[in-house]
């Protein structure tokens, strides 16, 4: 059972509305340089206004112009922390349990009762049965069961112990049954859930190295446009004419790119909180971003590719057996067999509706011995078992039967398909084999098609020998496979494809995970796993799901794709602001330029005002698609770039023409201006 | 449309991109350390050149000694340029005892050479001795074309993963097995054609109407080579290509246009080759191509529709030929036009100042958008960079990935290279023609009134930080003023781009390259050409589309509603 975040919306909406009045302090804003200049620009005018210097016949054009141009900086600051807000109740909800709690440090010989806040890294703690773990640590004495379900939302209790790969533990966790003694790995505030908060906090989040490249351009643009506009004015001086500082000021904040400067940091923070929502925690955003660009993907075979377990998959008759009689001793064998093989085996016979067959007297159950290699049940002197060939030939010897050619055959090409022959014999009569399989997890097939699509290689990683490995590459769909495979094998292998270029991503849990995970571009660790596997990777999954990593990568693309598709509409949208306050200036100096005003604005006035109310209102309503991320699909990047283009690109040209003109219709029918 | 003119600009696009295939083989062979057939008579030369001047010709430089080598070697080609015009009088060649250029004209001129503009505040035959134009200003046609190419082939390298290379190595070899062998070859063919060569005194002549001419001399053919190889567009006379000591004939002035885009062209396709994939310089190519035809048609198409008033009055009708030679066609003038200004070259066969409002705001814009449609050699190639990494670093995005080119990372230090290459130039042409339009000694140079004065500033300082060295002539530039601001804007528009192209260059040199996977956006195809394309612009119609509205676009409406100035 997955646990549910409640998330109080209409209060997180509340807060976020609150906080874009106090994000107008310049401290929070010079952090964000586009929508900076906005607030600059405004706090300039406005001072103006209020000193007089603007014409007293424009009063209310100027003073809704100036009102349009806060409201850019508020929407700005309102996407900000909405988003914020979201991420925050997001991890928060993921920590309550860890606040107020308590923890017996143990200090030499002796124990005191201190809060969880004082412990520091290397400090040891006693947890008993009932208690909850203060803080992420790492087993260092006793077994414990422990419920994580605070953390994953799974509800059985999984065994914590010292040594090994099942030492570490996390803070808000429940310790159900013994005691054990962790020592404290990291100290409050430093664990990998304190760092994700960082993340999704606007104030302490660090950008990534894409985000200030973007800033960049962003930057540049706006000291592009500042240079247009400034310089206009001196430009129609030579017409001896000039314009209001005031529609200067409405155009310069018309064209630089506010759209995606006031929703940057709200993608980057969103972007966190999906990935948190998804239950996996980063340690930086460069991290996420960075699965964006991943071209190979390790992928563990057992668990992530497969189910793990070897699963019946058909049944062979030799020549001389019916199919029925087969599938009926089959039944019977397997029936008291717990093992996940024996259970499969009646359930595929069960599929074919056949049914045990009916012997009488009393059925004596063999289970499987490491001596006889051998399972299955008497019932009188019928002897009826099941095994591997060589196991069942010895068996078969015993009442002189052979085990013949043909089924010695069946066998060997059911090893040869990568699987495992299980041969069942009644005393000395072979029935048949069954075809083990190792069996594929329905849909990863398509998965890793789309992968394909996506330009990403998965290489399939398993410490099974070739022929298994080569039969079970193909049937799942990957690129391709590492048979035999150790830890060493792993780090070599990633440190071959970095070498030809690639980024590589894997997943790992165990202590001999670890430098693979170090070595990786993006590794992600169980959070099943041991403590150093944990802190070698650079992301890690709180529900231990192997397939994670697919999503990952997602999340990654989604973030970058967003931002570039934003900032293409940013741009876009520059062109038919452009057509909308240049002709509305260019009348002031030439009356007969009023031709330009091919999109029939109702006045200069209403034009200017039109542009800067888009230019707001364009903020809030594209909050839900930085929040939400840019829609992905798995495609091709070349298909991927034509379809963000057309949407974002065109439809960045498009919108404002529809928008400014209904923008204008609506003010002049309002008599606004 | 006459059917000439498509067949004129067809035969043009076809033979020159024919030719130009083949001398980029060439170039990538010779930058790139391969044999070729001029070795036995070159390398000797070279070899010696390298070992008295002690250059190591194995080892790349790095950011900091290629910038520190190529602006040395620039300023003192300033320095020495100013003695000579400043003390012109004094050298030898001067039959018709030319004085000393004034200190502002011999600094202009200085820089305009130099930087590759050619920019001429003055008229040649009336100003420079033959010495002047050989020794001073026909060195520096070679030198400024070379330096262009040096840096695009460092670029190159760069963004290909090798060292960025050696500045005086590249200037050597651009030199001496690129400009001068075909230069030789250019001249002697100009020689056949009619074009003059020597070192007489001016003659005078009584025309057939009685009247007493001067007919100006000089040693024309071979400048007027590597005026056009180069980009350089520096005529020997005031009249430039349009003269016919210059351009004889309709030959000539086909090989004039041809040999303009040549080495751009060319240098596309050594690009190709450096990157192991022709595709990758075809790409950029095509982006040129399209962004050339756009500007060719809107030429071509207001000068054919001629002059409303003209034909309202009955005077003139049908395609507009005022400033135009009559020995060239329309289809001939116009491509003369967009192509000059198109690459940074500058040189003329019609007087742009009389060209339609529309067809003058064309060629403006083109220059504007930074000389990269083609551009002059080398500086087109570096200067199209600027807008590949830009649209690359948008198309990464776009698809979701960390931007790269060439499977190189596009990160925040290349992409405040790219925003200092767009922003200085850009900042120059507004920021002067700012001041000039509102100070007496701007207004002082104009020759006509309303936004046709304005153009005819805007159209100065956009050649001069373009590097392109075209005027609308109307312009009168000889002044303290003027030569001094477009000095400064010819500086800025040239080492304001160049030093940002070199830090890309070493800056992506020693980055890793990562391998594209069978899925990643590529830069090869026609989706990058296109988006190339509309980069440039949308960002060039961004930046400059308030300024155009009160200069080109509005004398085109106030002609339309019949004021003209």
Redesign the interface.
């Known amino acids: 059972m997955k646990k549910t975040i409640e998330i109080n919306n209409s209060k997180i909406f509340k807060e976020a509305l609150k906080e874009s009045f106090i994000r107008l302090n310049p401290k929070h804003q010079i952090k964000n340089p586009v929508i900076f200049a906005v607030t600059l620009s405004s706090a300039f005018s406005t001072a103006l206004f209020i000193t007089g210097h603007f014409d007293s016949v424009d009063f209310w054009f100027n003073l809704q112009l100036l009102f349009w141009l806060w409201f850019t900086v508020i929407f700005a600051n309102f996407a900000e922390a909405l988003a914020e807000g979201r991420g925050k109740a997001q991890a928060s909800s993921l920590r309550q349990t860890q606040s107020n709690l308590k923890a017996n440090r143990y200090i030499g010989n002796v124990t005191e009762y201190v809060d969880a806040s004082l412990l520091v890294k290397g400090d040891v703690v006693i947890v008993k049965a009932g208690e909850l773990i203060p803080i992420d640590g790492e087993v260092i004495e006793g077994v414990a069961s422990v419920n994580e379900s605070a953390i994953t939302g799974e509800s059985a209790p999984v065994i914590r112990e010292s040594g090994g790969d099942r030492s570490s533990v996390t803070g808000g966790t429940t310790v159900l049954s013994d005691w054990i003694k962790v020592r404290v790995t990291a100290a409050k505030g430093e664990s990998f859930l304190d760092k994700m908060i960082m993340l999704v906090e606007g104030a302490k989040r660090q950008k990534t ?2 985000e ?3 800033s ?2 962003l ?2 643009f706006s ?3 500042l ?3 400034a ?2 004015q ?6 001896h004419s000039s314009f209001s500082l005031l529609v200067l000021v409405a155009l310069f904040v018309c ?1 630089i790119p506010t759209t995606i400067g006031g929703l940057l940091s709200a993608i980057g923070i969103a972007g966190m909180d999906r990935l948190l929502r998804k239950n996996v925690i980063a340690t930086s955003g460069k991290a996420v ?2 699965a ?2 991943i ?1 190979v993907l390790l992928l563990d075979k057992t668990g992530t590719i497969t189910f793990g377990n070897r699963m019946a998959s058909e049944f062979f008759t030799v020549s001389g057996v019916s199919k029925s009689k087969l599938l009926s001793y089959a039944i019977l064998s397997s029936q008291a067999d717990e093992t996940p093989e024996g259970r499969s085996i009646v359930a595929l016979a069960e599929s074919m509706d056949a049914k045990s067959v009916d012997l009488i007297g009393e059925k004596t159950w063999i289970s499987f011995s490491a001596d006889t290699r051998l399972s299955g049940v008497n019932v009188g002197d019928i002897n009826i078992r099941k095994g591997a060939m060589d196991s069942v030939a010895k068996f078969v010897e015993l009442y002189d039967g052979m085990l013949d050619t043909e089924c010695r055959g069946i066998c060997e090409r059911i090893a040869k398909e990568g699987a495992t022959p299980l041969v069942i014999a009644v005393n000395g009569r072979i029935l048949g084999v069954v075809m083990l399989k190792d069996i594929v997890k329905p849909g990863i097939k398509a998965k890793f098609a789309e992968l ?6 998965t290489v399939m990683i398993t410490g099974d020998n070739p022929l298994t490995a080569a039969a079970i590459a193909a049937e799942a769909g990957v690129d391709d496979f590492v048979a035999e495979a150790t830890p060493e094998t792993k780090i070599r292998l990633i440190q071959q494809y970095q070498k ?4 590589v991503a894997m997943t790992g849990d165990g202590t001999n995970d670890a430098p693979a995970l170090a070595q990786a571009d993006v590794g992600l660790a169980m959070n099943s796993g041991t403590q150093s596997a944990k802190e070698a990777a650079n992301m890690i999954d709180l529900d231990s799901s192997p397939t994670k990593l697919l999503e990952i990568v997602e999340v ?6 967003t ?3 934003l ?2 509409f940013s ?2 949208n ?2 038919a602001k ?1 057509f909308a306050v ?1 002709p509305a ?2 009348v002031i ?2 009356p ?2 009023a ?2 005003n091919i999109m029939d604005l109702a006045s200069p006035k209403s034009a200017i005002l039109s542009a800067v109310i888009f230019n707001a209102l364009i903020i809030v309503a594209l909050i839900p698609v930085a929040l939400r991320g840019a829609a ?1 699909k798995a495609q ?3 298909a ?3 379809r ?2 057309a949407i ?1 690109g065109l439809g960045g040209i498009i919108t404002p023409f529809v928008g400014i003109k209904l923008i204008d219709m609506v003010i002049s029918a309002l008599g606004l201006v | 449309m006459e059917v000439l003119d498509i067949v004129l600009f067809a035969l043009f696009a076809f033979t020159v991109v024919f030719f130009g295939s083949f001398i980029g083989n060439y170039l990538y062979k010779i930058y790139d350390g391969k044999k070729t057939f001029l070795d036995p008579i070159i390398s000797p030369i070279e070899n010696m050149f390298f070992r008295i001047s002690g250059i190591n010709t194995e080892k790349s430089q790095s950011f900091k000694e290629y910038t520190l080598s190529m602006m040395v070697f620039n300023i003192f080609g300033i320095f020495i340029l100013f003695i000579i015009l400043f003390f012109q009088s004094s050298f030898l060649f001067n039959p018709q005892n030319f004085p000393n250029l004034s200190w502002h004209l011999a600094l202009n001129t200085a820089i305009s050479f130099v930087t590759n503009t050619n920019w001429q505040s003055y008229g040649g035959e009336s100003t420079m001795s033959y010495f002047s134009q050989m020794v001073g200003l026909s060195i520096h046609n070679f030198l400024s074309a070379a330096t262009g190419a040096a840096i695009a082939v460092a670029l190159m390298r760069g963004l290909t993963g090798r060292g960025i290379g050696n500045f005086y190595v590249d200037m050597t070899k651009t030199t001496l097995r690129l400009l001068l062998p075909l230069s030789i070859i250019y001249a002697i063919f100009l020689l056949s054609q009619g074009v003059i060569q020597n070192l007489s005194s001016y003659i005078d002549v009584t025309t057939i109407e009685g009247v007493k001419q001067t007919l100006a001399m000089g040693p024309v053919a071979s400048q007027e080579a590597i005026k056009m190889l180069g980009t350089n567009g520096g005529g020997f006379f005031n009249a430039n290509s349009a003269h016919p000591f210059e351009n004889p004939n309709e030959l000539t002035n086909f090989v004039q246009i041809f040999s303009i885009f040549l080495i751009p062209i060319a240098l596309l396709f050594a690009y190709g080759k450096f990157a192991g994939n022709r595709r990758e310089g075809i790409a950029i190519l095509a982006s040129m191509a399209l962004l050339f035809a756009l500007t060719l048609g809107g030429t071509y198409y207001a000068e054919s529709q001629g002059n409303s008033m003209l034909t309202s009055l009955g005077v003139a009708n049908g395609p507009s030929m005022e400033g135009k030679e009559v020995r060239f066609s329309l289809g001939a003038s116009s491509l003369f036009a967009t192509v000059t200004t198109a690459a940074s070259c500058g040189a003329v066969n019609s007087m742009h100042d009389s060209y339609s409002p529309l067809a003058g705001g064309v060629l403006m814009l083109q220059m504007m958008v930074g000389e990269v449609i083609f551009g002059g050699v080398g500086a087109g190639f570096y200067g199209m960079m600027i807008y590949a990494l ?1 649209s690359m ?11 790269m080119y060439l ?1 190189k990372k ?3 230090y ?3 290279a ?2 200092i290459a ?2 200085l130039p ?2 120059a042409i ?2 002067f ?3 000039a ?2 100070c007496a000694d701007g ?1 002082a140079g104009l020759n006509n009134a309303g936004p046709h ?2 153009s005819e500033i805007l159209y100065a300082y956009t050649s001069a930080a373009g590097n392109n060295g075209s005027a609308f002539a109307g312009l009168t530039a000889n002044t303290p003023f003027y030569n001094v601001t477009l000095a400064i804007a010819m500086f800025i528009g040239r080492f304001g781009v160049i030093i940002p192209m070199i830090a890309i260059a070493a800056s992506m040199s020693n980055k ?4 594209l ?6 830069s090869d ?1 026609m ?1 990058f050409t296109i ?1 190339l394309a509309v980069t440039v612009l ?2 060039g ?7 155009l ?2 200069t080109a ?2 004398e085109h ?2 002609m339309l ?1 019949g ?1 003209l100035f």
């Open positions: 190295p894409n200030i490249a973007l960049l351009i930057i540049g000291l592009i446009f240079l247009a506009v310089t206009l001196p430009i129609v001086g030579y017409f064209l971003e960075t964006g660009d071209s394909r699509l996506m330009g990403i290689k030809e270029g690639h980024l990654g693309k989604q973030l970058l794709s931002r570039g598709a900032t293409t741009i876009a520059d062109v452009y240049i200036m260019a100096v030439f007969s330029l031709v330009l992905f091709s990047e070349e991927a770039l034509r963000n283009l974002y | 830009l670093f948008m198309i990464g995005l776009m698809v979701g990935k960390t931007p499977g596009i990160e925040a290349e992409i405040k790219v925003i767009l922003l850009s900042a507004l920021g023609s700012a001041i339009a509102n207004l004065g304005l890793k390259t990562y391998a996977s069978s899925g990643s956006v590529k195809n989706t988006f949308i960002l119609a961004l930046t400059f589309l308030p300024a509205t009160f676009i509005a409406v106030l509603s004021k």
